[in-house]
C-alpha cells in the first residue's frame, strides 16, 4: 500500500471535508465542550472491491498530557457507496466504538493544554467486521489487519 501523499490519498481513496481544508483549523462547534458535533466529511475514490469503510478520528498530541494518543470517533462497516457523511449525523448502517471520553460515537476535540492536530483516517477494507459495538480502537486496528486496500488522511487542528 502506498503511503497517503500530501493531499490525504493514496492511490485512489480521498477524505476532505467542507468545514475545513486538509490541515487547518477544525471549527469550534465540533469541539466536545461546544456542539461536540461530528464535521462533515467527503469520501472519494472507494476501491471497487471494497467491502466496508471504516473512520478513525484521534489526537496524538494528547501522548503528553493524557499519557496516551485519545480515541475521539471510531466507526465501521460503513457502507463503501458512501460519499458524504453529514454534521452531527450517524452513519446509517454503520457501527460506532467506544472513545477515549468512554462513550459511543463521536466526541470532539478537548485539548488541554496547547493546538492538537487531530487526524481522520479512512480505511478502504476487503471484508465487513464483526466487532461489538463499543469495541476500542484497537480492537478495530487488529480486526482490519490484512484487510486493507487503501487508507486517506484528513487532518485539523484545534485549540484550547
Request: glycine share 10%.
Amino acid at each position: 500500500m502506498a503511503p497517503p501523499d500530501e493531499s490525504g490519498a493514496s492511490g485512489g481513496l480521498a477524505l476532505s471535508s467542507p468545514a475545513f481544508d486538509d490541515g487547518s483549523e477544525i471549527p469550534r462547534r465540533y469541539g466536545y465542550t461546544n456542539d461536540n458535533a461530528s464535521p462533515p466529511l467527503r469520501i472519494s475514490g472507494v476501491p471497487g472491491e471494497a467491502e466496508s469503510l471504516a473512520l478513525v478520528m484521534d489526537d496524538p498530541d494528547a501522548v503528553k498530557p493524557a499519557g496516551k494518543v485519545w480515541d475521539h470517533w471510531v466507526v465501521w462497516n460503513v457502507d463503501p457507496a458512501t460519499t458524504r457523511i453529514d454534521e452531527g449525523d450517524p452513519i446509517s448502517g454503520a457501527a460506532e466504538g467506544q472513545n477515549s471520553y468512554g462513550e459511543r460515537g463521536y466526541g470532539g476535540p478537548n485539548p488541554p493544554d496547547r493546538e492538537h492536530t487531530y487526524r481522520f483516517v479512512l480505511y478502504a477494507l476487503d471484508t465487513e467486521l464483526d466487532l461489538e459495538p463499543g469495541a476500542t480502537k484497537a480492537d478495530l486496528e487488529s480486526a482490519i489487519e490484512a484487510h486493507v486496500l487503501d487508507e486517506a488522511r484528513l487532518t485539523g487542528t484545534y485549540a484550547p
